[in-house]
């Protein structure tokens, strides 16, 4: 071997050796299953809550009987814009059936199909918000109940009852009945993230 042949050689393997060890903060991968009565999770994604953009990519088998149309949308993230891809094959098969998506929309899905979905986040831009004195009093008045059994219950609850634990999720959605087929939760971490959870 020549040795301009062994240095390309060396060198490919260091970078190779690099690219698949570093992990990328802004990304995670979350595993599921869809379902009717609803999938389970395998592994929760976890975002880096610092950074001004996140990706993330769900795959998931769907689970007999289900068939049909499934939404996806993106809940509990207001602070958030989001784009939605399909993750394509390079060669499309004429053996092998594919749902098409079309419109954050999966039509067509069948028994044992797998999905590859792609979810793009960014932080939206906030507004500085300008409260004066009035206001302030208001707003106290308004937060601070005077009667302390009832100050801890959500609106809608009775006391005693949890209220409902709400976080951001990517959820799919039976599209004729609207039932939930799979909620997969997202954790946004202080520092880091790009985890598959635990």
């Not at 595993?31 to 009565?37: A, E, F, S, V, W």
């Not at 394509?88 to 079309?102: D, G, S």
């Not at 419109?103 to 507004?127: G, I, T």
Request: net charge positive; with cysteine; charged share 20%.
């Amino acid at each position: 071997m020549q040795p301009k042949s062994i240095i390309i050689f060396i060198i490919a393997v260091a970078v190779s050796t690099l690219a698949a060890s570093y992990r990328f903060h802004d990304s995670a991968h979350a595993m599921g299953t869809l379902k009717k009565g609803g999938g389970v999770t395998r592994h929760p994604p976890e975002l880096d809550g610092q950074k001004q953009s996140g990706s993330l990519i769900v795959t998931a088998k769907v689970i007999p009987p289900f068939r049909g149309d499934a939404r996806v949308v993106l809940e509990g993230a207001p602070g958030y814009s989001y784009a939605l891809h399909n993750s394509e094959p390079a060669i499309r098969l004429p053996f092998h059936h594919r749902p098409m998506f079309r419109d954050n929309v999966y039509h067509d899905l069948r028994p044992n199909d797998r999905v590859a979905l792609w979810v793009v986040m960014k932080k939206r831009a906030q507004l500085p918000v300008v409260i004066n004195q009035a206001q302030k009093q208001d707003a106290e008045a308004v937060c601070c109940p005077l009667d302390p059994d009832t100050s801890n219950v959500a609106p809608g609850k009775q006391p005693g009852q949890r209220p409902e634990k709400k976080g951001p999720m990517l959820a799919f959605y039976d599209n004729r009945s609207n039932e939930r087929l799979l909620a997969v939760p997202i954790r946004f971490t202080g520092t880091g993230g790009g985890r598959h959870g635990e």
